[in-house]
């Protein structure tokens, strides 16, 4: 099992950047594919970026495809997202999730192939 918590988030005027980070539990979390999501208000809870277990593979939404980027610290237990050229329309809570995947290098961007989530943090872009 793994313990998620994010942070990082805040408010951002638009063409800003923000750096998101997700700290793991655990001593396993290179066994772990982990995603971004995010909820706007009213909205369903959206895939933003996923990446493999080692860090090899990514996969980005086509709404943030060129601005942000995943990156995981497998020995710092951490998966980051940096966001850059920051839009009003980026404006929700963020989440991130884990997906135990053993020896697999897959990544996933379906809500329910993810277990764990944290609790989220919040991005704010004003116009």
């Known amino acids: 099992q793994v313990q998620l918590v994010e942070s990082g988030g805040g408010l951002v005027q638009a063409g800003g950047s923000l750096r998101l980070s997700c700290a793991a539990s655990g001593r396993t979390f290179s066994t772990y594919a982990m995603g971004w999501f995010r909820q706007a208000p009213g909205k369903e809870r959206e895939f933003v970026a996923t990446?493999?277990?080692?860090?090899?593979?990514?996969y980005d939404s086509d709404s943030v495809k060129g601005r942000f980027t995943i990156a995981r610290d497998n020995a710092k237990n951490t998966l980051y997202l940096q966001m850059n050229s920051l839009k009003p329309e980026d404006t929700a809570v963020y989440y991130c999730?884990?997906?135990?995947?053993?020896?697999?290098?897959?990544?996933?961007?379906?809500?329910?192939?993810?277990?764990?989530w944290g609790q989220g943090t919040q991005v704010t872009v004003s116009s």
């Open positions: 990446i493999n277990r080692i860090g090899t593979s990514t």
């Open positions: 999730a884990a997906r135990f995947s053993g020896n697999s290098v897959g990544v996933y961007y379906r809500r329910n192939e993810y277990a764990y």
